[in-house]
């Protein structure tokens, strides 16, 4: 069974910068996946992706993390990251990491202005 473990969320100031882990198990290796990505979600209704490997195709970034947020991944460690810089308080919310049809449980990032 694949699981997804995301980590290092936390409380930062706006400005700061956090570095977020999926680490995932049970699986040969995530270089099988077709896709995969970060997701935020600020509100119960509204869950809206970051970042992504889409399958095919460039990197995908939603405009409002262009240029502060980086997403990589590291397929020998069965991992995938997402490094956020210059963090503001709209980027507050709980972070998802998706594989294929896998999620992860989320990290709560909170950016206080």
């Known amino acids: 069974q694949v699981q997804l473990v995301e980590s290092g969320g936390g409380l930062v100031q706006a400005g700061g910068s956090l570095r977020l882990s999926c680490l995932a198990s049970?699986?040969?290796?995530?270089?099988?996946?077709?896709?995969m990505g970060w997701y935020r979600q600020a509100s119960p209704s509204r869950r809206e992706l970051v970042a992504s490997f889409p399958s095919g195709g460039r990197i995908y970034y939603d405009d409002s993390v262009k240029g502060r947020f980086t997403i990589s991944r590291d397929n020998a460690k069965n991992s995938m990251y997402l490094q956020m810089n210059n963090l503001k308080s709209e980027d507050t919310g709980v972070y998802y990491c998706?594989?294929?049809?896998?999620w992860g449980q989320g990290t709560q990032v909170t950016v206080s202005s």
């Open positions: 049970g699986t040969g290796s995530i270089f099988s996946f077709n896709a």
């Open positions: 998706a594989m294929g049809d896998f």
